[in-house]
């Protein structure tokens, strides 16, 4: 079982930047697919980046490739997602979640299988 705490979320004006944290407990990050998604009133869940941490693997969702930024602290059994140049658009609840499982099952965007309870980010215009 992975405990997932986010934290980070805020609101800022468009092109600010936030760092959400993903904070895993009970089982260390090291071989775990994590994934970012997001989720905007009235709109479909999207996925936004994921990583997998046995070997740094990262992959991104086309409408943040180039702002988003995924990355590992394995000594703190924490990713983060960097957001740079943020846009209304980006607006919505943002959740972690992990899946263990194989580098493959992450290429393909296998369904993860333990999620955290999302944290707000809003960018106003």
């Known amino acids: 079982q992975i405990q997932l705490l986010e934290s980070g979320g805020d609101s800022v004006q468009t092109g600010g930047s936030l760092r959400l944290s993903c904070a895993a407990s009970?089982?260390?990050?090291?071989?775990?697919?994590v994934a970012w998604f997001r989720q905007a009133p009235g709109k479909e869940r999207e996925g936004v980046a994921r990583?997998?941490?046995?070997?740094?693997?990262?992959y991104y969702a086309d409408s943040v490739k180039g702002r988003f930024t995924i990355s590992q602290d394995n000594a703190k059994n924490t990713v983060y997602l960097q957001m740079n140049s943020l846009k209304p658009e980006d607006t919505a609840m943002y959740y972690c979640a992990a899946q263990v499982g194989s580098e493959y099952d992450c290429a393909s965007g296998s369904a993860p299988n333990f999620w955290g309870q999302g944290t707000q980010v809003t960018v106003s215009s």
């Open positions: 990583i997998y941490t046995g070997g740094g693997s990262t």
């Open positions: 009970g089982y260390p990050l090291s071989s775990v697919c």
